[in-house]
């Protein structure tokens, strides 16, 4: 069985206040057409001027990605024909990319091969195109296209893998770690359907020649189109054909890859160095500032979840979502243990909110409220159901924790008197059932809690009417 070997060409929309060589607004879902320019429209005679924030993002990603930092670089004009590209050239890094190098480290726990370094060849920066928008006018029964530049010069990254990933899997797990680096970094929302991350793939076999599928804009996608091209190219070599050189197009419908143009070479786009930018010169007092000023890191914020005792798919999962990853240190801060944190955090809590469609930021919880919460199951003030219920109502009402503990009922009963009587009440109004435990049909215990429980509307502490009831039963005897 050959192997695949498989590299991935990502495209990040930085999300920068304004474009990358112009002042132009950044905005997704902007009215079309509102945030454009001389520079952007590529007008004669305007001139491009570089984003200092564009290039600080950079050199940040650069460094998370463990690349080195160029302190000299230039920007090129990459040349090609192209209706959403007026100005028949794209500005962008050729032989001096602004960071090289670098690798990545996949989690263990997310693919089986664990532990993975997979190597960055380089990040450069570029710009992006305007969209196009294609249509078809039945009335005239011609096709369409048009032309969106809110999207042309906005600052793109682009991060070119090495050859290292071996699986789909593996691919999709190289994407999830990057978004998450991209997020904990605050420079890309990464969303991959607004097309902040946008991915093209080389796969070839046994590191022979390689197809290229370009412009995947999901995971899935990129998933599908993987398994679908190894296959492809697994089938070609059974009957004795080659593996073409050439891009690929992914047909989400119909679920295959279809041949677009054959491979361009770099000599295609007559790169040369773009005239009306100054080459840049990086102060390595910079890169050490922005190296010092980095965030925790998705890698290095994994290790430190699990050193407090998290199960790593937790601790892959906090790591992931850096919003998360904060509520939850705010909650340790003001004294929340971590295993219980996590287990709230991600279970209940992500449970309500996905059934209510609702994102945590949408609602009043806290991680001081949170820790409230976990405090009173903790002190046995409400257990751990009445915790659930009690989260529920955290989750729509901004009133402190034992306000609503108050106002909803939900206060644990712990006074063994009262549950005594409850218990002897419970015993006294089914003889048959008592009678039958004493015969030795111990489920009935359940039956008996059950009981209890309804008298108490649900408060009566579990361990203590546990305990009572078996003393009970048995005295009865
Ligand atoms: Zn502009
Ligand atoms: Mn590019």
Redesign the pocket.
Known sequence: MPKPTIGLEVHVQLRTDS?MF???PMEFGAEPNT???????ALPGSLPVLNRVALESTIALGLALHCHITPFSQFHRKNYFYPDLPKGYQISQYDLPLASDGYLTLPKESIAASFKKVGIIRVHMEEDTAKSIHGASLAHNVGYALLDFNR??VPLLEVVSAPDLESPEEASAYLVELRAILRTLGISSGNMEEGALRCDVNISLDRGTRAEVKNLNSFRAVRKALEYEFQRQCERVERGEAVLLETRHWDEAKGVTIPGRSKEEAEDYRYFPEPDLLPLEIDVRWVEQVHRSLPELPEGRRERLASLGLHPSEAITLAHNPELACFFDGALEVGAPPKETANWLLGEVQRILHAGGKSLEETPLTPVRLAELLRLIQQGVISSKGGKALLEVMLTSDRPPAELVEALGLAQVSDPVQIRLWVQEAIAANPKQSEQYRQGKEALLAFFAGQVMKKSFGNANPELLDRILKEELQATA
């Open positions: 474009k112009c002042a132009c945030r454009v320019c001389p520079v952007c429209l042309s010069g």
